[in-house]
């Protein structure tokens, strides 16, 4: 049997709870905590038989790693890695498919920010290259705040060659978050169909090989000074737009 995973965070369990409960190991909870969150949380768990232990603060800090717990951790049954062929068969199942793609974004906090916001705007998939990227930790699990059980996060070896590929063979439209002379306002480009979002890292922003994929490049007008936002705060600005046209 694989090593479990742990999930911590209120927001996270109980998501889990709800979606994939059959994962669910075993839960610990803090010893003397009986609020109604927590509450929620074993009812949830009880029909399915989950085993419930009380442990101590010190003892959830080491399963989750650290002390931002909220007093629950989930001994979680891992799920399999997604990779490319996972993408192609969603994209034979999906029609005008909203993708974000995410080029080396390494902060687990931003990518479970931007996981957070992928969720609520209807994306079906986030998909980030294995090297060079933040991983689905329990960290970026919680600040997802449960969106990492409703999207799919699919790693790939190459996001370039991915990219090239879905373009081809589902008419995927690429479209990339930088200023350069062909960029488009974010509100004058066209969101429909099957389209990829792809955010660079707030430093770097997108590698050369990455842009040479996007048939559209955007940029999110500003006003005063400021040249650039934190990447889940641009990531959650283009996804709303392009939800907000979809919507229409």
């Known amino acids: 049997m694989a090593k479990p995973e742990y999930y911590y965070g209120v927001h996270s369990v109980e998501s889990l709870l709800e979606l994939e409960p059959e994962r669910v190991l075993t839960l610990f909870t803090l010893k003397g905590r009986d ?18 232990q009380k442990a101590s603060r010190d003892s959830l ?38 993708l974000l793609a995410l080029d080396q974004v390494t902060d ?4 479970g920010a931007c996981i957070r916001t992928a969720a609520a705007m209807g994306v079906v998939a986030v998909i980030v290259p294995r ?18 059980e409703k999207v799919k996060f699919i790693q790939v070896t190459n996001l370039a060659r991915t990219l090239a590929h879905i ?5 995927v439209k690429v479209v990339g978050t930088m200023l350069d002379e062909k960029a488009l306002p974010l509100q004058e480009c ?3 169909g099957n389209v990829a979002i792809v955010m660079g ?19 999110i007008p500003m006003s005063g000074n400021l040249q650039s936002l934190n990447v889940s705060v641009a990531t959650g600005m283009a996804l709303y737009e392009a ?6």
Request: charge should be negative; proline fraction near 6%; charged fraction near 25%.
């Open 131 to 148: 090297d060079r990227s933040a991983g689905l930790t329990p960290t970026a699990r919680k600040v997802a705040a449960g969106g990492a």
């Open 201 to 219: 890292a707030e430093d770097t922003g997108l590698r050369p090989i990455t842009q040479s994929q996007c048939d559209q490049t955007v940029y």
């Open 108 to 111: 687990p906090h931003n990518l």
């Open 190 to 192: 066209d969101f429909s």
């Open 35 to 52: 609020d109604q969150r927590l509450q929620k949380i074993l009812e949830l768990a009880e029909p399915f038989g989950i085993s419930v």
């Open 167 to 171: 373009k081809a063979q589902f008419f």
């Open 61 to 98: 800090e080491k399963l989750a790693g650290l002390p931002f717990h909220q007093g629950v951790v989930a001994a979680v049954r891992p799920h399999p890695v997604l990779n490319e062929k996972d993408l192609d068969q969603l994209l034979e199942q999906q029609d005008n498919a909203l």
């Open 243 to 248: 939800c907000r046209q979809r919507l229409v």
